[in-house]
């Protein structure tokens, strides 16, 4: 069980600061992405979705109320170097397949960056690692459903059920296509 703590009312997202988001953060399994410096980075089943300004995807957020869990993720002054890693990692990887998923490049960056190395796959491993490390600063909620006492329970799922969803968007997507 992953129990994220005192999960506040979504505000704005900061210049220069590094969020973990998580999307549709109420299902199994959720979709994730990055945000640095307002730039949004995220692997789908279309391919790497690089340095998309994230008010675009605040636009979608919100206009179809999705369920989203930020966390802001504590970073030493890097501009240029975040920057940098967040294009050439998920530039570097091709689109979603079963045997891929969104948290690879973020696994990734986040192992670049900290030297992070979750201890249990999935999210919930890299949400436990990062609050082990102390590295969320912040997480609050946008369309979101918390406990009176602030608090969200991420949940559970495994390896199986990632790759089945990914398996039934390509299928979605192949029939839109074609």
Same mark, same amino acid.
């Given at each position: 069980?992953? %129990? +994220?703590? /005192?999960?506040?009312?979504?505000?704005?997202?900061?210049?220069?600061?590094?969020?973990?988001?998580?999307?549709?953060?109420?299902?199994?399994?959720p979709?994730?992405?990055?945000?640095?410096?307002?730039?949004?980075?995220?692997?789908?089943?279309?391919?790497s979705?690089?340095?998309?300004?994230?008010?675009?995807?605040?636009?979608?957020?919100?206009k179809?109320? +999705?369920?989203?869990?930020?966390?802001?993720?504590?970073t030493?002054?890097?501009?240029?170097? %975040?920057?940098?890693?967040?294009?050439?990692?998920?530039?570097?990887?091709?689109p979603? !397949?079963?045997? !891929?998923?969104?948290?690879?490049?973020?696994?990734?960056f986040?192992?670049? %960056?900290?030297?992070?190395?979750?201890?249990?796959?999935?999210?919930?491993?890299?949400?436990?690692?990062? /609050?082990?490390? /102390? %590295? =969320?600063?912040?997480?609050?909620?946008?369309?979101?459903?918390?406990?009176?006492?602030?608090?969200?329970?991420?949940p559970?799922?495994?390896?199986?059920?990632?790759?089945?969803?990914?398996?039934?968007? =390509?299928?979605?997507?192949?029939?839109?296509?074609?």
């Amino acid at each position: 069980m992953t %129990l +994220i703590k /005192q999960v506040n009312e979504f505000g704005e997202i900061k210049p220069d600061k590094l969020y973990l988001i998580i999307f549709h953060a109420d299902k199994k399994p959720p979709h994730l992405g990055l945000i640095w410096n307002k730039l949004y980075f995220s692997l789908t089943i279309k391919g790497s979705e690089i340095e998309i300004p994230f008010d675009e995807k605040l636009e979608l957020i919100n206009k179809r109320s +999705i369920p989203c869990l930020f966390l802001e993720i504590k970073t030493a002054d890097k501009s240029s170097f %975040l920057l940098k890693e967040l294009t050439e990692i998920f530039s570097s990887y091709q689109p979603l !397949t079963n045997k !891929t998923s969104c948290l690879e490049p973020i696994g990734e960056f986040f192992y670049k %960056l900290f030297q992070l190395k979750a201890e249990a796959p999935l999210l919930h491993g890299m949400i436990d690692a990062l /609050q082990k490390q /102390q %590295l =969320i600063i912040e997480s609050f909620s946008l369309h979101l459903k918390r406990t009176d006492n602030k608090t969200f329970e991420l949940p559970p799922y495994d390896a199986g059920e990632v790759s089945e969803r990914i398996r039934r968007l =390509i299928l979605l997507e192949q029939n839109r296509t074609s």
